[in-house]
């Protein structure tokens, strides 16, 4: 059960009248937590350590924020070419630049980059691929399909972060590429591949990399 509905069920099943607030840049992590006949205030607390998160009550008001001074830790394994990785209140950039290692990936990292040129860039290359003839002897290549495939998670980019770049989530057995693409959805950020080396930049909103795939002519043929 993710976190923000674990919070909401204990409030289901017996929290006090007090309402509830989570902040805005709190993770959805993942929680296993089993508690039976125990004082609420101790599973809150209890709920809270799990996760990296400290309350406060205001006005009758619990507020669930990211705990800063909470212990990080990071777990990160390849096995068979599938990661397992475990990560709690570590740095976002950190445990990428890992991730990236450990598969022994050639890369480019800034969490904090501006993601334009490399927007540009893939916009341009796909442009030409789009234009350019079917390949020989690969009868009924849907060039565009591939191209489309490829662009969604530039189309439909990862919500940005809010506040500093951590990250809290557990994987399992995920191959590198579905590893990076759940990083990107937790981390909001962009992945790239140009020229053998995967490059990490921030995310940016859907307007922008409209415009961007507007100017290079390839916007119209990802929406047919």
């Given at each position: 059960m993710a976190v923000r509905a674990a919070i909401k069920e204990l409030w289901r099943q017996g929290a006090p009248k007090e309402k509830y607030l989570i902040a805005d840049d709190v993770p959805n992590t993942p929680v296993d937590l089993e508690v039976t006949r125990a004082p609420f205030e101790d599973v809150v607390?209890?709920?809270?350590?799990?996760?990296?998160?400290?309350?406060d009550i205001r006005d009758n008001t619990y507020f669930f924020t990211v705990d800063p001074n909470a212990a990080s830790t990071?777990?990160?394994?390849?096995?068979?070419?599938?990661?397992?990785?475990?990560?709690?209140n570590a740095d976002l950039e950190s445990v990428v630049q890992q991730v990236l290692e450990t598969f022994r990936k050639a890369s480019d990292v800034n969490i904090n980059g501006d993601p334009?040129?490399?927007?540009?860039?893939?916009?341009?290359?796909?442009?030409?691929m789009l234009a350019a003839p079917s390949p020989p002897g690969i009868p009924g290549l849907d060039m565009r399909s591939s191209v489309k495939n490829e662009a969604q998670i530039y189309i439909k980019p990862p919500k940005p972060r809010s506040g500093v770049a951590k990250i809290t989530m557990k994987l399992t057995d995920f191959t590198f590429i579905?590893?990076?693409?759940?990083?990107s959805k937790n981390g909001g950020f962009l992945w790239f591949l140009r020229n053998n080396k995967y490059i990490i930049r921030n995310t940016t909103s859907p307007e922008k990399v409209r415009d961007i795939f507007k100017e290079a002519g390839i916007w119209d043929q990802l929406q047919k």
């Open positions: 607390s209890r709920l809270c350590g799990a996760v990296q998160l400290k309350y990071a777990f990160i394994k390849v096995v068979n070419d599938k990661c397992s990785l475990d990560v709690k334009t040129e490399e927007l540009k860039s893939f916009a341009q290359r796909r442009g030409q579905d590893t990076l693409d759940a990083l």
